[in-house]
């Protein structure tokens, strides 16, 4: 393979010329995927027409182990549960959505923060997509990071928040989850990437709930600042879908977040993470 890489956004993003996710990859040629994907935190690799999951499993498992995915088995469509692969989809059968987060738009968020090792990666393949919206956007937390004023990094440092998440929340209306019934870990606000080395923010609108020994309604005030400079445009890559599609991203750096789409349009995403072998690190 000849593979190039050209950056898609000045945010984050570059696109993967020249690879056929179906043939064996070189170890030379997965060096280069992957280090584009470390220096642009999120790529896209196109017309992966007909990729079966096993295809997709494979091309992943290049990067690192598969990680498990732990959707409650009574929100499962019977036909499509796995431990590796989740669908996210709209697309009902005997009236059961196959996948998850059906319909509308999702709140800007990491995957797996509340996990003590969140996946480093997720992917997603392009199966069926409608013909407008369903973006999934992408925020670049190291520049996020960049952009926060000094006194704020200063004030913030070394310490943790909480992170919680009730599966199928899409859009978060309350104020806490029941930490009772659902996955939580705490990690800390800024991360340090264990591969590049550079520091990201590391909380969310979606998941994180409170910043740890810090008065309720000071944290609350500085995370709502956080997350307003979070969804700044200059910061963020939109992708807009097409079939056959292949988008993996750093959750260990980025944020991502859907855009709204019509109901009544089809759309079936396949995903699969990588998991992580390194601790969560504080800057």
Known sequence: MTIT?????????????????KAELSKDDAATIYQG??????IVIR??????PA???QFCSNFGKIGEYNRPKDRQHPNHASGE????????EGGQVIGAHPDGEMMWHTDTPYLSTPHKATTLYGVEVPNIGGNTQFSNQYKVYEALPQEMKDKLAGRQAMNCYEFGTTVKTFEKYDRDAVPHHPHPIFRKHPETGRTAVYVCPLMTEEIIDMDEAEGKAILDEIYALQR?????????????DFVMWDNRCLM???TDF??????LLRRVTIGDESAVLAA
Not at 47 to 52: A, I, V
Request: glycine share 4%.
């Open 5 to 21: 890489v050209n950056p898609l956004s000045d945010a984050c993003g570059a696109e993967i010329l020249g690879v056929d996710m």
């Open 37 to 42: 994907w470390l220096d642009h935190l999120v």
């Open 47 to 52: 017309n992966q027409h007909e990729l079966t």
């Open 55 to 57: 295809d997709q499993k």
């Open 85 to 92: 692969i989740m669908l996210v989809s709209n697309v009902r």
């Open 232 to 244: 700044q445009s200059q910061f963020v890559y939109s992708h807009e879908w097409e079939v056959g």
């Open 256 to 258: 991502h977040a859907r």
């Open 262 to 267: 019509p109901r009544e349009q089809r759309r």
